[in-house]
C-alpha cells in the first residue's frame, strides 16, 4: 500500500481541471490501470524492451472526453491495489500540463533546450501552480539564468527531496497528465516557419526524456498520460521513441449512460419519483430527445445540464417543471456554447472550399492521406494539420477495428439477461459490417462479414434476410 505523506496538501487537488462534476461514464479504467500495472511490472524486471512500456494516449475530437480521463488518478490515488508489493511507505503524485493554458508554448522557447523547456512546466505546476498568484511567465522570467538547471531530471530529483523521500527505501510514482500535446506541434512548426528557429523536434525528445523515467532509475517512476487532438502527431513519432503508445478508448456516450446520469442529477436534486422508484422526468420526451441529440459527445452534454440546472433555475425546480420547460430556447444556448468554444461559424466562412470539400467526402465516404490538400490555395490546412487543431476527426477502419466490434457483440450477447442468452446461445452471431471506404484487412474471424459501398444497392433493393 502507498502512504501518502502528508507533506502537501491532497495531492488530487494538484491537478487543474475544467469545473465539471459530471459523472464519468463509459471509461475502462480497470483495462488502463492494468496497462499501468504492466508498466511498472517491466520497471520492477528491468526490462529493456520498449514494448513493455506504455505511454497513455486519448486522442480525438474535441469534446468526446479526452481531458477527463486525467481523472484516472483519483481511481489510482483512491483504489490502491495495482500497487505492487516491492513498493512499501511510498507517495504518489498528480502533475497536470495544459499546453492550452497557463503552460503555453512562445517564441521564448525558441532557445532553450528541449529538457529546460519541459522541466520548467513540470517546476511551475508542482511548486507554484495553486499556491501561489503567479503565472507561468512570470516564474520563468525570475528563473532567468538559473533556468539551465530546469531539466527533466533536475526536476524531478528535486520533486523527490522535497517530498522528504528516500531513495534507499522509498518510490515516487508521478502520474503526469499532458494535455493539449498537439500544440507543441503547432508551435514548432510556425517557430520553424515564421521565425526561422532550428528544428527541436521537442514532442519527440520529450516522449523520450520521460520515457527514462519508466525504464528507471528506479525510486522513480512516471507514467506519462497524454491527451490531445491529434493521435496521427503520436503514430508519427512511434519509431523514433523509447517506448510505445497506448491509446485509451473514448467512445460517445450510449444514451443508457445519459440517462444515468441524468439520475444522478435528479437524485441529486430530489427529483419526483413514481410508486416503484422510477424518476418522473422519464416520461419527459423533448428532454430525452435532448439528450440524444447530442451524440453522446460528453461536452454538449456537459452544456445541456449546465443550461437546465444552472442557469434561469436551480436543478430542483428544473426537474419539477421539467414538462413546462422550452427546450428549444436550451437547445439554441447549448449551440451557442458550442460555437463560442470551437469557432465553427468562423472556420467555415473563412473556408467555404475546404468547407465543401470535407462535407463532400464525409458524405460520399471518400478516403484521404494524411499528407493530402483539399484546398491547394491554403497550404496550412493539410489533413493531419486539420486533425491536429481539431477541425475534422479522421476514422481508420482496420481489421483489429472490426474485429474489436465483433468481440464486443459477443460480450453483449453472453451478459444479456438470463431469458435472452438462453435464446441467443442457441445462434450464431454473426458480425455485418458495411463498408463505404476500401478495406483492404484479412478477416481473421469466420464470423464476420464485410459488404463493400458497390454492393449496397443489390443487398437493400432485394431486402435481404440473414438466417
Same mark, same amino acid.
Given at each position: 500500500m502507498i502512504l501518502c505523506h502528508d507533506i502537501r496538501a491532497n495531492t488530487s487537488d494538484n491537478i487543474g481541471r475544467p469545473d465539471d462534476n459530471m459523472p464519468f461514464m463509459e471509461r475502462d479504467t480497470n483495462k488502463v490501470i492494468a496497462r499501468i500495472t504492466?508498466?511498472?511490472?517491466?520497471h520492477l524486471t528491468n526490462s529493456k524492451s520498449k514494448t513493455d512500456y506504455d505511454i497513455l494516449v486519448s486522442g480525438g475530437a474535441p469534446g468526446i472526453g479526452k481531458t477527463r480521463y486525467g481523472e484516472l488518478f483519483k481511481h489510482l490515488e483512491n483504489n490502491q491495489d495495482w500497487v505492487p508489493s516491492e513498493w512499501k511507505n511510498n507517495h504518489?503524485?498528480?502533475?497536470?500540463?495544459?499546453?492550452?493554458?497557463?503552460?503555453? @508554448?512562445?517564441s521564448y522557447d525558441d532557445e532553450p533546450t528541449q529538457t529546460v523547456i519541459i522541466g520548467l512546466r513540470i517546476a511551475f505546476v508542482f511548486y507554484i501552480k495553486g499556491k501561489y498568484q503567479m503565472k507561468f511567465e512570470t516564474f520563468r522570467r525570475l528563473i532567468g539564468k538559473y533556468s539551465v538547471i530546469f531539466t527533466i531530471s533536475d526536476v524531478f530529483e528535486s520533486i523527490y527531496n522535497h517530498l522528504g523521500l528516500k531513495s534507499d527505501n522509498q518510490h515516487l510514482f508521478v502520474f503526469l497528465h499532458i494535455d493539449e500535446f498537439q500544440l507543441i506541434d503547432e508551435w514548432e512548426s510556425n517557430a520553424v516557419m515564421k521565425r526561422k528557429m532550428e528544428e527541436k523536434w521537442l514532442f519527440k525528445k520529450m516522449i523520450n526524456g520521460l520515457a527514462s523515467y519508466m525504464y528507471?532509475?528506479?525510486?522513480?517512476?512516471?507514467?506519462?498520460?497524454?491527451?490531445?487532438? /491529434?493521435?496521427? #502527431?503520436?503514430?508519427?513519432?512511434?519509431?523514433?521513441?523509447?517506448v510505445s503508445f497506448g491509446f485509451v478508448n473514448? !467512445?460517445?456516450?450510449?444514451?443508457? /449512460?445519459?440517462?444515468?446520469?441524468?439520475?444522478?442529477? /435528479?437524485?441529486k436534486f430530489d427529483a419526483e419519483k413514481f410508486d416503484r422508484g422510477e424518476y418522473r422526468w422519464m416520461l419527459c420526451q423533448p428532454f430525452l430527445q435532448f439528450l440524444?441529440?447530442?451524440?453522446?459527445? !460528453?461536452? /454538449?452534454?456537459?452544456?445541456? #445540464?449546465?443550461e437546465c440546472l444552472e442557469t434561469g433555475c436551480d436543478g430542483k425546480k428544473f426537474f419539477k417543471t421539467i414538462d413546462q420547460r422550452n427546450f428549444d430556447n436550451i437547445f439554441h444556448d447549448v449551440k451557442a456554447h458550442l460555437q463560442e468554444r470551437y469557432n465553427i461559424h468562423e472556420f467555415i466562412q473563412n473556408n467555404k472550399k475546404l468547407a465543401l470539400e470535407l462535407l463532400y467526402h464525409s458524405i460520399d465516404g471518400i478516403p484521404v492521406s494524411v499528407e493530402e490538400y483539399l484546398?491547394?490555395?491554403? !497550404?496550412?490546412?493539410?489533413?493531419?494539420?486539420?486533425?491536429? =487543431?481539431?477541425?475534422?476527426? @479522421?476514422? !481508420?477502419?482496420?481489421?483489429? =477495428?472490426?474485429?474489436?466490434e465483433h468481440k464486443k457483440n459477443i460480450l453483449g450477447s453472453t451478459s444479456a439477461p438470463r431469458k435472452l442468452r438462453n435464446i441467443l446461445s442457441k445462434y450464431q452471431h454473426i458480425t455485418i459490417a458495411f463498408m463505404i471506404q476500401p478495406f483492404n484487412g484479412q478477416i481473421s474471424k469466420p464470423d464476420c462479414l464485410v459488404i463493400m459501398k458497390e454492393y449496397f444497392g443489390p443487398i437493400f433493393a432485394s431486402c435481404a434476410r440473414f438466417t
Open positions: 504492466r508498466n511498472i511490472k517491466s504518489i503524485e498528480g502533475l497536470y500540463i495544459d499546453f492550452s493554458d497557463d503552460c503555453q @508554448l512562445d528507471g532509475p528506479s525510486h522513480i517512476f512516471v507514467q506519462p498520460f497524454l491527451s490531445g487532438t /491529434a493521435p496521427q #502527431f503520436v503514430n508519427s513519432t512511434k519509431e523514433s521513441s523509447k473514448c !467512445p460517445q456516450l450510449s444514451l443508457k /449512460a445519459m440517462i444515468e446520469i441524468a439520475n444522478h442529477y /435528479a437524485q440524444d441529440d447530442t451524440g453522446g459527445m !460528453p461536452r /454538449a452534454l456537459q452544456y445541456v #445540464f449546465y484546398d491547394e490555395s491554403k !497550404p496550412e490546412y493539410m489533413i493531419k494539420n486539420l486533425e491536429r =487543431d481539431a477541425h475534422i476527426i @479522421l476514422n !481508420p477502419c482496420n481489421t483489429e =477495428d472490426l474485429n474489436n
